[in-house]
């Protein structure tokens, strides 16, 4: 354990940190015009702590910014929304401090808003996936505290389907959305107690849970599939959740309909054939197949089968 | 030709043989059932598949591990020993009393006794079985329960895929073995002769 740990330290030394590093200078050392202007709020909202002007001296103090008012930088100019202002959001009136209370009252715009009928992003479907999310169990929550945004938050959301990332990648920051909530204590809201663990026993009848979490994302089970949009965003009552290992185990996997669904489109597109993501990425017994090693197998079976009967019937006829 | 007895089974290969029989089976039935699963026809759910499959896995592990255990500390493992010099034309002559001679009543080229339990091919086959193909089967199947341990991509071709694709190649390879190894099974003086022997352990010709 202690190992491990060490070693884990020694890596993120190594390794992640200065990626993490390289990463922010690629960020800065872009273009964004909207910069100079979101460091206004950023200087604070991107701190840990903020100064805190004292009455009338004209000197401040440093207080502690809450982790849940803070925003990561680098995740947030690497977002689909990393060209806009904080202002384009939110009340203008933000930029002075201390913030007006009556401000907390300000209705925050949902994607729809913005995004109803935009053209340039109809391949999307946002109407769809609204009409789906409205089905959802999620849905019957309380609207202040579940939206599109506890998902796609709205500081750092890069939706992954569509770039050329790769599954398990894609799996991985699929799930962390769901994960952020159904196992991060820090969301005590929506927190269903325990860690990983706890997901991972409430799945128990799945086996090598974490290696299928790795390799399936929790809407394969838990959304409904509709052929309009990419991703299914209607999450059914648990009771209607996938259970049945065929369905992703079978040659009419439903993987096809949506976590494969994209790159299959883009590989027939290209190289003509169903199968060659999947090939490439992952595995899935019974769904892909090598369709030459079954055919092979099943003739060479026949010819044995036929060779003996052809050996018995001389043996008996010669007795 | 005498009549007499040889023992050439002692229970432990009796005992090894019928539960390898058995799971092989098992893992055949199962392994086919999850090699061609469809959505709609279900005659066995994936899940007890998979489960049954995994169980008999291990399961034949053991056996294996007894088997080879078996052979080294008594002198079974000599019959597996193929001698090299003059092997093709040893496998070929009695290729050749299988395809012709039987049918034309010659003396069978290798009678069996004590010192000789296998016939060339027998030998051949059971050597290659037990030593080269279940191994291989048993080291992917392994690999495929603990999915860690595989590399992930290789040339761009998923290493679970590769694994995959040698643990069903030499599955069917088993499978053909098997079938034929049934069939001459019964090309003793009579059919049930070797099945006789392999219950009792004593072999009672010296034919085939
Ligand atoms: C229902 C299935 C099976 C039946 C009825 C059966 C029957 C027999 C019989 C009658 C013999 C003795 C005669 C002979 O050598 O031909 C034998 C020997 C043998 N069989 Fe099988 N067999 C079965 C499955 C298997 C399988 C699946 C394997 C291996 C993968 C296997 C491996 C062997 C070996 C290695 C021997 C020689 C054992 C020794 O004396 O060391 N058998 N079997």
Redesign the interface.
Known sequence: MNIRRWFGILLFGCFILPAGLFAQDEAQNEEFPNKEENALCLKCHGNQVYPMPVDGTGETVLLKMCRGDRIDTVAYYKGNHGTFTCTDCHSYEYTTFPHNPNLRLEQMPSCLDCHDGDPAVEKYHFESIDEEYRKSGHANLDSTLFSCWSCHNPHSFRLAVRTDINISALVKYDNSMCLNCHVNPVNPDYYLGGGLDLIVAKHTWLPKTENHFRNVRCIECHAKINENVLVPHNIVKKEDAVKRCVECHSTDSRLLHTLYKYQPQQARQTKGFVNSVISGQGYVVGANRSILLNRIGIVLVICTILGIGIHTTIRIILK | MTEKKVLLYPVWIRLWHLLNALLILLLIITGIS??????SA?WM???VA??IHNTSGVLLTISYLFFFLGNLFTTNWRHYVIQLPGMWTRLWKQFRY?AFG??LKEECPFPIGSKRKFNPLQQFTYTGMMYFIVPVIMITGWAMMF??VIID?YL???G??TT??IH??GA?IV??FL??HL?FATMGKKPSTHYKAMITGYHEDETG
């Open positions: 999850m090699l061609y699963s469809t959505l279900t759910r994936f899940d998979v489960t299988y039987v049918f999915p860690e991509q761009k071709i998923a679970f895929k995959d694709v069903v190649a069917f499978f053909i079938l034929i069939y």
